[in-house]
């Protein structure tokens, strides 16, 4: 479970997050896959972080594409989109996204990860690793 607005969001935008959103009040809950594709030589822009929430009951397949982040901003991804920008789920990244970038974790909410590394994907094994959402090399590699 995350305890900053910053962890989160290095997490989220390393390339390869998946986290869980749920809330306190109601135990409903989403997950959300963000994926950052390597950047192409030449490209004077960071790439945009894609994210996708979970649709089905395969946790590593079932997920559908909603938006992206870009300069810190979330935007929804319009007519590529497979979710409209009204489903609950939606309004949920857009909402916690607004808290984290106002530098605060939501207010009866709690987020986690799902004990993979932030920017390669590889399972966490120990405590360390999955305190901080990153294997030793890839947190060496974005601190």
Not at 46 to 55: A, G, I, Q, R
Not at 105 to 134: K, Q, Y
Request: hydrophobic share 40%.
């Amino acid at each position: 479970m995350f305890t900053t607005a910053d962890a989160v969001l290095q997490y989220v935008t390393a390339g390869n997050a998946t986290v869980t959103v749920t809330s306190a009040k109601t135990g409903k809950h989403f997950t959300f896959r963000c994926r950052k594709p390597d950047p192409r030589e030449g490209d004077r822009r960071e790439p945009p972080v894609f994210v996708s929430t979970l649709v089905g009951p395969d946790n590593t397949a079932d997920y559908k594409y909603f938006g992206l982040l870009r300069d810190g901003e979330f935007r929804h991804g319009g007519a590529k989109a497979k979710i409209a920008d009204a489903a609950p789920s939606v309004k949920a990244w857009a909402w916690v996204w607004a808290w984290l970038r106002a530098g605060a974790l939501p207010a009866d909410c709690a987020i986690a990860h799902n004990g993979t590394c932030g920017r390669c994907g590889r399972v966490l094994t120990t405590p360390e690793s999955i305190d901080a959402g990153f294997g030793p090399e890839c947190l060496r590699r974005i601190s």
